[in-house]
């Protein structure tokens, strides 16, 4: 298990501009080759968005994108047509297969914080798509079959236990509050990365959120 702290992400973004972005990844000028991707999963940003700020029309190519929002309401318009807001508790999934481009905002009047996943496809190329799914439940996985992978959602209260996926590979996100996994605690932005999964539990030290990334061998 190779745990990443919040405080070791990359900054980005434009703060001044009201946009405030930490990778986990490496991403434009912070090249590391040492961390450009974990099984299928290549980014994992923590955006802040101030109010009336976001990402103006831009491309993507071979990348499943799936959106989490932490609070607050993102607004979101691409190229095949479709606008919707995400909130809280929603998945979005845009997967950008041969080439989408999309817009990115925070129309609301109170800040917006989101965390936004990107998984490479096993194959390159085809159709894009988009799905939204209002309030997943944590007994629900979100598939994404294109990466081999799948999206588990936990929410813990303080002393409260959930088994982890047995996975060749796992990518653990915690979105709030602090868990213990194994013999570490994580905060809010930690991640671990682990290796072959097998009947591990995750603990809540308070009430938590965690966003689950279940992976085949590549």
């Given amino acids: 298990m190779d745990v990443r702290r919040a405080g070791e992400r990359y900054p980005g973004g434009d703060p001044e501009a009201g946009i405030d972005t930490r990778h986990a990844f490496s991403f434009g000028p912070h090249y590391d080759p040492d961390n450009l991707r974990f099984g299928a999963v290549i980014a994992c940003n923590e955006e802040r968005l101030a109010p009336g700020t976001g990402f103006d029309e831009h491309p993507h190519s071979h990348t499943e994108i ?29 997967s950008a297969a041969a080439g989408v481009r999309h817009v990115e905002r925070n129309d609301g009047e109170e800040p917006l914080t989101f965390v936004q996943m990107w ?12 799905a939204l799914v209002p309030g997943i439940a944590d ?58 999964a097998e009947s591990m539990e995750a603990i809540g030290v308070t009430a938590a959120e965690l966003l689950l990334w279940e992976m085949a061998a590549s």
């Fill in 119 to 130: 998984l490479t496809p096993r194959e390159p190329g085809g159709t894009p798509s988009y």
């Fill in 139 to 196: 007994s629900t996985p979100y598939a994404v079959p294109a990466a081999g992978a799948m999206l588990h959602v936990r929410r813990l209260g303080p002393g409260e236990r959930t088994a982890v996926p047995d996975a060749a590979r796992l990518y653990v996100h915690v979105v709030r509050g602090r868990v213990r996994l194994t013999r570490e605690e994580l905060g809010p932005g930690d991640s671990a990365r682990i290796t072959g």
């Fill in 66 to 94: 799936v959106t989490w929002v932490v609070e607050g309401e993102l607004t979101h318009r691409d190229s095949a047509g479709h606008e919707t807001r995400v909130r809280p508790g929603d998945v979005q999934h845009l």
